[in-house]
């Protein structure tokens, strides 16, 4: 269970889905929230540097730094007329991502929770780079919530019920598995482990010309599944498994998830950046900013080695992360 969730805002109105989300699931694990707010008095210290210029810095820094606390704590008054979990209030300052890790680690936070959309304090950044920097620089899970469609009806549903885990058969995918168990229990949620099943063209040694090329694969995939689906059930948990093919990883899970009327997509990433991110790709920072549905992603601590166990090593497998 939870025990501390911290929630960056930027009291804008925009994140109200992710409080939302944040305060029930802290309800139900008796955490703590933590609202954070990044302040955006840096944008002062440009001020020129004569002695009059200094003192009006000085002024209008304590002035802004005054307006952002009373927004902050009145966010957080409100939050406690809707729930019984204890909620806090902070002002970090520095670059937003660096400042929301920092505050994380410092406070042992096991849960982000974060919404996709900013007005003002984040605006300065794109909210989608900061919560992809978010990702990569801690090993906490971050629970990207997504706005809902409806302009009428702008709140989340009050639970996740189901959710869509994709693996590819790599160890780094699978250490999602224990983290998005513990979210279903605590919403009731039924799983479906999804692994997207690549073309690709068998060597003729291989190659069984009675046969369509992916049922052997099929057959591969499903032996892999079935473990990892029994693990979850004796949690407890209702989980079924599915198989889907295609090109376009990220793509395919995101409509295997708006078919299914998933609530929350959960993935594993190995948290490239630069270079490696641009040669690889990121099917999960693709899902973070293009799936409808909410994403919850845990970057681990310890990166897949070439000597982890791949159980389908033996096949073109479609990379997760």
Known sequence: MYKTIMVPTDCSGFDREAMRVALRLAEHSKAKVHLV????????????????????SAEALQMELDTELEELHAVAAECRVH?????????????????????????????????????????????GSVTDSLIRATTIPVLVVK????????????SFKRIVVPLDGSALAEQILPRVATLAELDGAELTLLYVLKPHKNSPEQQDPTLPWWEKDIA????????????LRRRGLTVSSDIIIGDDVPERIEHFARCEKADLIAIATHGRGGLSRMVHGSVTNALTKSARVSVFVFHPAVKETASDPKPLADRKVAAVA
């Open 37 to 56: 707010r990044v302040s955006g008095t840096n944008a002062f210290l440009g001020m020129t540097g004569s002695a009059d210029g200094l003192a009006l």
């Open 147 to 158: 706005p809902p469609r409806s302009y009428l009806n702008p709140q989340v549903g009050n």
């Open 220 to 231: 591969t995939v499903e032996a892999y599944l079935l473990p990892m689906a029994a693990k």
């Open 83 to 127: 729930t019984t979990a204890d909620v806090t209030t902070a002002i970090e300052t520095g670059p937003v991502p660096d400042a929301l890790a920092g505050y994380a680690r410092r406070h042992d936070v096991d849960l982000i929770v974060m919404s996709t959309h900013g007005r003002s304090g984040f605006a300065r950044l794109s909210m």
